[in-house]
């Protein structure tokens, strides 16, 4: 298996477990947060589709889906365009709010695709050019690739733990 089947691999999981913390939420369900300084299921599932689109599009030279497919004003949150939700105070979580979990599926699946385009043409060799310089040591592109992963992953288990949260409370 080479290095970016399993990224793909590992991209493809993040996918299911987003549809499967969102599927059959209600709009209160998905904006429901455990308390005022927690972060809802719809907060945390934006912002790793925000997270991924922005850092994958950046390491490969493409512009991000929330702006070229019309996500920005689909969501209509009133944030900064090219806001990921990094550093997000409560207020700002509060303002990540959605009717659906369509919606959110839906942006996330566009970030998966162009992602996955961008895997698929990969060589061994790229996954070592560097794409951040202000790092000691620089970041490659395969760090770069499992850190954004790795991040996705996180969130979306606790988008996975919030969703449990709504079913015991």
Do not use: C
């Not at 912002?47 to 019309?70: E, F, K, M, P, S």
Request: hydrophobic letters at 40%; proline letters at 4%.
């Amino acid at each position: 298996m080479h290095a970016k089947d399993i990224l793909i691999d590992g991209y493809g999981r993040i996918r299911e477990e987003v549809h499967a913390a969102v599927e059959g939420l209600t709009a209160d369900d998905l904006n429901a947060r455990p308390g005022p300084a927690a972060n809802s299921v719809a907060w945390l599932v934006w912002h790793l589709a925000r997270v991924q689109d922005d850092h994958v599009a950046d390491a490969a030279g493409l512009d991000q889906v929330w702006l070229t497919q019309d996500w920005e004003r689909r969501f209509g949150l009133g944030l900064p365009r090219h806001d990921t939700g990094y550093g997000h105070s409560p207020a700002k979580v509060a303002k990540v709010r959605v009717d659906s979990p369509d919606l959110l599926t839906g942006y996330y699946d566009a970030v998966h695709e162009q992602t996955l385009g961008f895997l698929r043409g990969l060589a061994a060799k790229d996954l070592e050019t560097i794409v951040d310089d202000r790092w000691d040591p620089p970041v490659s592109l395969g760090v770069r690739l499992v850190s954004v992963l790795s991040d996705d992953l996180q969130h979306v288990g606790q988008a996975a733990y919030a969703r449990g949260l709504l079913r015991t409370s």
